[in-house]
């Protein structure tokens, strides 16, 4: 099964790709790896923004983690041709706006973690950092960015 039947059995979309907002590429393809620069949590053109801890939740930080994911997956998907061209998800970052007493940065960032492994089965499981920060671009709720091992 190519992985946009799957995407299809599981009933997502990709969004488009977004545009980079300052001086960078969204993706390096370099020595059979995907470099995905950070994807910030954005739902059908509108971003999701908030603090973890102050006013947001971690459901609510799942899901905004997962629409960085699904952008991760678009901008792939833009540079490969094809997501089939996928050979494993190396490591995702996570990066998650929050308050300093905020420690549930790991739940969140199974919002995307998930997803991959959704997408991938074995080969969309990844090591992975997730950290707090107190603010992120744009004043987004969660930042994903990606390493990913390229078929030839």
């Given at each position: 099964?190519?992985?946009?039947?799957?995407?299809?059995?599981l009933g997502i979309t990709l969004p488009q790709p977004a545009a980079p907002v300052?001086?960078?590429?969204?993706?390096?393809?370099?020595?059979?790896?995907?470099?995905?620069?950070?994807q910030v949590s954005n739902e059908n053109g509108q971003m999701i923004t908030g603090k973890l801890g102050d006013g947001m939740d971690v459901e609510a930080g799942q899901k905004a983690a997962r629409a960085c994911g699904l952008m991760v997956l678009a901008q792939l998907k833009a540079a490969l041709g094809s997501l089939d061209r996928v050979e494993r998800i190396v490591k995702l970052g996570v990066f998650v706006n929050c308050t300093p007493d905020f420690t549930d940065q790991p739940k969140v960032g199974n919002g995307a973690s998930d997803l991959m492994e959704q997408v991938f089965g074995e080969a969309g499981r990844h090591?992975?950092?997730?950290?707090?920060?107190?603010?992120?671009?744009?004043?987004?709720a969660v930042e994903v960015d990606a390493i990913v091992a390229v078929k030839a």
């Amino acid at each position: 099964m190519s992985i946009d039947q799957r995407l299809a059995e599981l009933g997502i979309t990709l969004p488009q790709p977004a545009a980079p907002v300052a001086s960078y590429v969204p993706v390096v393809v370099a020595g059979g790896f995907a470099h995905v620069s950070g994807q910030v949590s954005n739902e059908n053109g509108q971003m999701i923004t908030g603090k973890l801890g102050d006013g947001m939740d971690v459901e609510a930080g799942q899901k905004a983690a997962r629409a960085c994911g699904l952008m991760v997956l678009a901008q792939l998907k833009a540079a490969l041709g094809s997501l089939d061209r996928v050979e494993r998800i190396v490591k995702l970052g996570v990066f998650v706006n929050c308050t300093p007493d905020f420690t549930d940065q790991p739940k969140v960032g199974n919002g995307a973690s998930d997803l991959m492994e959704q997408v991938f089965g074995e080969a969309g499981r990844h090591a992975r950092a997730a950290v707090g920060a107190p603010s992120l671009p744009l004043g987004v709720a969660v930042e994903v960015d990606a390493i990913v091992a390229v078929k030839a």
